[in-house]
């Protein structure tokens, strides 16, 4: 049922574990490493729960950094005094056992001891965690879990009795046996950035901007982390996890005249309570021999009571000020932490603040694809400014942006010069470009063999590195999401007649990286694989770093600089929408004292720490900076800015390299598979979201498996080019596709697929791909010298196998999915992706796409 909260007794914990006393720095028992992302976390989502109307004054504690026994006592108190709605947050490092079946949250005294026993010293079992919460007296309970391996929880959840877990309604970060992103240091990790945006964001969640509930706000958030593409580490990407009883359901923001002024006295509660238990848990320690506890309390009572009301008073919204005005900047994804930092080093130099000491403005950074955002402003402002069901900009790319920053001024051109009749947007350049990096192939050190250097031809370059032999491979982001990539495919492009031919050169296994910094934290866990590898990346990222897991160690790389391949020239461009009038004078005045900052002496200090140049020649490092060990301090000639025209002629020529190609789906029809047969989630729907990853000149069949003697298989939808109407039609579960009575034969089935495919495989240019969708409940039959028959054969054949299973740990290792997939340098999706978005992808990289 429906539980709204409002004029109950209520609770929410807040905990954020940022500081630990044991890292691996420290020792090989300590956690990864410290989280300050996690400090702002803490903050950011306690005022959000603030201004959103549910809980009253004093019902929000923060804790910061407890350890294990301050944050059980906290637990315990606030299940002991919810009546109504009891709500729990933990942001910090999670750990699992090694067979994944519990998982710990780590406090700040955590050690890690694995070996024949799993041991977590000062870390609290989640079992004991729904357990207390399973007894309070709240009637709802929600737990929010921002931490690795947050999804292996819902299993915790499973275990409880039915009548235990009908309360608890469980919301995780990631997959199960996946790591979160840790973030950074200015700013809250990316689930619980945009778990705050769309509490604060009017209309983000709640249709007009007034009830927020946990359903609405879990589907929001997928979306918005579908579309951030944050790496897990293992290949794939954060998918938000929620968990709860059928009907149930949450209120978490109630109507309200939206974000009001900040009195102090709020502030200094806040400050109270959110260093009230870390103050006395440490002064507890430091003085346990020498003070009795009541001395303690009153000590950490005059120490918080003083902080707060330093806190207070420095706080932006204090009476007098009124809610400053929020500017939207968009972004390439490789720029965005450069201009997240110089927009946070804005709001907090003084430039924003007014006479009254007022901050005049917020900014929120976002990124969106490269070619989308370009897309969405020459094509789609009309659906930005107005969404409709089967065009929404502002769910595939973002808010509508007072300010685009994209990564070449080239791009503005492709924007203005095709735009065709009424344009709802329009971009206006302010000044030159305010930054400058190349585009480098980073080459591993090689124990210091390698030298930075530039000169020649990228095409040149990567064959002289692939020529070094021993599996050398250069490997490249997708030129599709941002511009460096874009601008280094036409430099691998160069004057060669066959894309097709260029792209063997970089190919790589699975789908291609979003960015470059991801595509160096993907790179394989094997030292001697990460040696022989090259990366196509912006030259900033070599000083500036990427945001790997703490554990992620890469080896060293030195630039070498082609000639040929256009550098990174941001813009700042300023975007007006038709009928946003309103409050246009002070729009620009902030955008200009934004733009007149992020280009003067405050801006180029920050973007120079990220190892950005200046935009005049001979492009020395910002703000003085010292160039990073493998870069050049002088990168040379100036390259060439990117032409409009060349950006469009490398994206299409990109594209048409992709297919036309050839798919064999193969869809398990056996009796096992009839309860998932039904709606979008099921096996012949599952197949039907994919066909939009086809064109009308891609070849695909799907084949229905069931049978274990004779045929294994029979045509459902034949071989052959199709309109995608009638191949939906052939798929629908009301026609021709139907669960058989009887048992599959995937050991059959696959090498038949594998032979056929390979029959058809004359032209070596033309992508194929083999999909099997299944239960996985006949896998009993890819044991033993079966399954070394179809591995064998999978290694021989060259075609990709995506293994799609629809059962939890599907994909685990070890696993027969796991093994025929990589194999075949394939892919495995199981319920632990998001299935629809991930099987249309991957078709979508070997097909033409709608046409």
């Known amino acids: 049922m429906s539980f709204d909260p409002r004029g109950k007794a209520n609770r929410a914990l807040i905990v954020g574990v940022s500081e630990y006393d044991h890292t691996k720095a ?44 301050g944050f059980g006592a906290a637990l315990h108190r606030a299940a002991r005094e919810a009546q109504g709605l009891l ?41 004991q965690v729904l357990a207390e919460l399973a007894a309070s007296g709240a009637e709802r309970v929600v737990v929010i879990l921002d931490c690795c391996y947050a999804g292996n929880a819902a299993g915790v959840w499973h275990r409880f009795e039915p009548h235990e877990r009908q309360k608890i309604l469980l919301l995780m970060s990631v997959q199960a046996n996946r790591l979160t992103h840790p973030g950074g240091s200015s700013r809250p990790t990316p689930f619980t950035r945009h778990l705050v945006r769309l509490f604060t964001e009017p209309g983000a ?31 794939d990407h954060q998918a938000p996890q929620a968990v709860w009883e059928p009907g149930e359901d949450v209120l978490l923001r109630a109507v309200g005249p939206g974000p009001a002024p900040q009195p102090w006295w709020r502030t ?45 008073v420095l706080i932006d919204d204090s009476p007098a000020c009124a809610p400053p005005l929020e500017l939207r900047v968009l972004t390439d994804p490789d720029l965005e932490p450069a201009l997240s930092a110089a927009a946070d080093a804005y709001l ?21 694809g490269a070619a989308d955002a370009v897309a969405a402003l020459r094509d789609r402002t009309d659906a930005w400014q107005q969404p409709r069901d089967d065009d929404d900009p502002q769910r595939d790319v973002g808010p509508q942006p007072d300010v685009w920053v994209p990564a070449s001024p080239a791009d503005v051109t492709r924007v203005t010069a095709g735009q065709e009749g009424r344009v709802f947007a329009h971009v206006e350049p302010m000044g030159e470009p305010f930054a400058y990096s190349p585009v480098v192939l980073a080459v591993p050190d090689d124990a210091g063999a390698a030298k930075a250097g530039g000169g ?47 792209e063997r050169t970089v190919a790589q296994s699975g789908p291609p990286a979003p960015t470059a910094g991801e595509l160096l934290c993907r790179l394989p866990d094997d030292p001697a694989e990460d040696r022989r590898t090259a990366v196509l990346a912006p030259e900033f990222l070599l000083k500036s770093g990427v945001g790997c897991a703490s554990e992620v160690v890469r080896a060293r790389r030195v630039a070498q600089y082609p000639d040929d391949v256009p550098a990174l020239q941001p813009a700042f461009v300023r975007v007006r929408w038709e009928d946003g009038d309103r409050d246009a004078q002070a729009r620009d005045d902030a955008v200009k004292r934004f733009h007149d900052w ?77 309860g998932l047969w039904e ?84 032209d070596a240019q033309r992508p194929q791909l083999i999909v099997y969708l299944t239960d996985d409940e006949d896998n009993t039959r890819l044991t033993g010298r079966a399954l070394d028959e179809v591995l064998q054969r999978a290694r021989a054949a060259g075609v990709p196998v995506a293994m799609v299973s629809l059962a939890d740990g599907g994909c685990d290792g070890g696993r027969p999915d796991a093994r025929i997939s990589a194999a075949s340098s394939g892919r495995c999706l199981d319920p632990g992706d998001d299935l629809g978005a991930a099987l249309h992808d991957e078709v979508a990289r070997t097909g033409t796409g709608e046409e």
């Open 87 to 127: 709500l729990l947050y933990f942001a910090g490092h999670g750990i699992v056992t090694s067979a994944g079946d519990e998982l710990f949250l780590q406090m700040r005294n955590a050690r890690v001891a694995r070996g024949r026993h799993d041991v977590f010293p000062g870390a609290v079992q989640f079992t």
């Open 456 to 502: 020649g031809p990228l095409a040149a370059l990567v064959a002289a590195f692939e020529g070094r032999g021993g599996r050398a491979q250069v490997v490249r982001p997708d030129p599709e999401f941002t511009d460096a990539a874009l601008l280094a495919t036409i430099g691998l492009y160069g004057g060669a007649v066959d894309a097709r031919a260029a």
């Open 679 to 762: 709606g979008p989630s099921g096996g012949p729907g599952l197949l039907q979201q994919s066909l939009g990853g086809l064109g009308d000149r891609d070849e695909y069949g799907v084949w229905a498996v069931a049978g274990t003697s004779g045929s294994t298989h029979t045509d459902l939808l034949r071989f052959a080019t199709h309109r995608r109407a009638d191949a939906v039609r052939a798929l629908d579960p009301g026609g021709g596709a139907r669960v058989r009575d009887a048992e599959a034969d995937p050991h059959a089935a696959l090498l038949d697929a594998l032979e056929f495919m390979r029959g058809r495989g004359t």
């Open 205 to 235: 969640a709640g249709g007009d901007g007034g009830e927020l509930w946990l359903s609405e706000l879990y589907v929001a958030l997928k979306e918005r982390m579908r579309k951030a593409r944050v790496p897990t580490g293992a290949g």
């Open 26 to 69: 420290d020792g090989p028992d300590g956690v990864p490493g410290q989280l300050p992302a996690v400090r702002c976390n803490r903050t950011a989502l306690a005022e959000a729960l603030h201004r959103g109307e549910v809980f009253r004054e004093g019902e929000i504690v923060e804790y910061a950094s407890p350890t294990h026994d």
């Open 348 to 368: 907090s130099s003084g430039a924003d603040t007014d006479g009254d000491g007022c901050r005049r403005t917020g900014i929120t950074v976002d990124s969106a």
């Open 268 to 312: 200094m509660l806040r400050a109270l309570t959110a260093s009230w238990y870390e103050t006395v848990d440490r002064l507890r320690r430091l003085l346990r021999d020498r003070l009795r506890l009541w001395l303690v309390v009153l000590l950490a009572l005059a120490v918080t009571a003083a902080g707060g009301y330093a806190v207070a």
């Open 598 to 674: 992020l280009s003067g002496d405050g801006g180029r200090e920050v973007l120079g720490d990220y190892g950005l140049r200046s935009p005049d020649a001979p492009h020395r490092l910002l703000a003085g900076g010292k160039a990073a060990p493998g870069v050049l301090a002088d990168p040379g000639t100036p390259r060439e800015a990117a032409e409009p025209t060349a950006m469009n002629a490398a994206l299409e020529r990109y594209r048409g390299a992709g297919g036309p190609g050839q798919v064999l789906f193969l869809l398990d029809s056996s009796g096992s598979m009839a």
